[in-house]
């Protein structure tokens, strides 16, 4: 969690609203991935970034190298959005992702 | 759809006993990782393995052995489990050919508890 933290680390949200996630690296990130862990432990990818920006229905996710931070927009929250969201960075080559803390998000009517 | 398979789903075992967990892909890719997620939902890196040679091995007690067939398969084996082993294991894959750095999958985990 030293080398990517997260923030912030819960949020609760109402359906509808909107919000953002934040990841910072202490490494040298050649590129990024999001996850969301469900309550059975799966961890869906949500996005693979290199520096840039992407976006899938509700979910933006922009990725800049040089400032060292990636962050998560939700839109529109729904219900189905709750879990834990997780950042990841890759530094080298097969050397595996860096995980941050993860980010518990809460949706609620 | 998933194509990163795990077995078993949890597995509860004693001090001391020799466990094995299985991982297979379907994806064709050519990197495999076993990752720790602890009781605090800390992800780490334990080992990678590119085309059956392993790259990394994190600071993982010696207990702990990757075995792997063929690309597809990473297996992991702990030779004498200790308590502080009970986690979840979490296997994934990349294609990565090469130097190309590659988007990582992962499969379900597998929870061992330790007694």
């Known amino acids: 969690g030293d080398k990517v933290k997260q923030s912030p680390s819960a949020l609760s949200l109402q359906e509808g609203t909107n919000s953002a996630l934040r990841c910072n690296f202490s490494?040298?990130?050649?590129?990024v991935q999001w996850f969301l862990q469900n309550p059975r432990g799966s961890l869906m990818n949500l996005f693979y970034?290199?520096?840039g920006t992407k976006e899938n229905g509700r979910l933006k996710s922009a990725f800049d190298s040089k400032e060292s931070y990636s962050t998560l927009h939700i839109r529109d929250a729904q219900l189905e959005d709750s879990g834990t969201y997780f950042c990841a960075a890759e530094a080298s080559y097969a050397q595996g992702l860096t995980f941050g803390l993860g980010t518990r998000v809460s949706v609620f009517p | 759809e998933t194509a990163v398979f795990q077995t078993p789903n949890y597995h509860v075992t004693q001090v001391g006993n020799e466990v094995s967990f299985n991982c297979k892909q379907t994806l064709g890719h050519d990197t495999m990782y076993w990752y720790k997620q602890d009781s605090k939902k800390l992800l780490k890196i334990m080992f990678s393995?590119?085309?059956?040679?392993?790259?990394v091995n994190e600071t993982v007690p010696r207990r702990f052995s990757p075995q792997s067939s063929d690309k597809a398969h990473l297996n992991l084996r702990i030779k004498s489990v200790e308590p502080e082993d009970s986690a979840v294991y979490l296997c994934?894959?990349?294609?990565?050919?090469?130097?190309?750095?590659?988007?990582?999958?992962f499969g379900p985990g597998t929870r061992l508890t330790v007694l």
């Open positions: 970034l290199v520096p």
């Open positions: 994934a894959s990349s294609a990565g050919q090469g130097r190309v750095y590659a988007e990582q999958f």
């Open positions: 490494i040298a990130a050649t590129t």
């Open positions: 393995y590119n085309n059956k040679q392993l790259i």
